[in-house]
């Protein structure tokens, strides 16, 4: 298990340090209505997590408290509908990350086994590394959009370009 937890944070160490430091106002940026921010990446990747490693593995319900700071409820990815970016620094989102996987890795420490079988809601079998091997590709993801972010935070080539793309 200690493996598999050294693997997760090792990767989330490396996206957080190849983003940075990033503007407050970039983190709340978002390129068009409705669509991902900095914010609303973090705080999604901060909700997966905790949906995995609570209700999944532990089996527990989330109080109604995390779901609406993890905006569980507002948040549908699929839809591309995003929640209302927190007005916070990048810090204070790494806090609300720290503080799931701090909870997540005392939930695998206690589990020892990474091919320990957790069975879904829909009845299929699942293993506590395939969870984390999800989880580390779906954190991988949304940094590389919150690298993009970044990137095209309003300059001229993000202008530029949608001035370019709109329609006339």
């Known amino acids: ?8 944070s090792s990767s989330s160490d490396w996206w957080k340090s190849h983003l940075g430091t990033v503007e407050p106002d970039a983190v709340q940026w978002q390129p068009f209505a409705r669509s991902h921010s900095i914010s609303g990446l ?5 909700e997966r997590e905790s949906f995995w490693m609570e209700e999944i593995v532990e089996g527990k319900i989330r109080s109604a408290e995390e779901l609406a700071l993890l905006q569980a409820e507002v948040t549908r990815p699929p839809d591309c509908h995003w929640g209302k970016p927190y007005q916070w620094d990048l810090a204070e989102h790494y806090e609300v990350l720290d503080w799931i ?13 990474p091919e320990a079988v957790i069975t879904l809601p829909n ?3 699942i293993t506590v590394r395939t969870i984390i091997t999800h989880l580390m590709a779906h954190e991988s993801y949304h940094a590389g959009q919150m690298m993009l972010h970044k990137l095209h935070y309003p300059s001229e080539a993000w202008s530029q370009n949608k001035e370019s793309n709109s329609p006339r």
């Open 123 to 125: 009845g299929e079998p």
């Open 101 to 113: 996987r701090n909870r997540s890795l005392r939930t695998l420490r206690a589990l020892h086994d």
């Open 1 to 8: 298990m200690e493996v598999l937890i050294s693997m997760w």
């Open 42 to 46: 973090l705080i999604h990747i901060g």
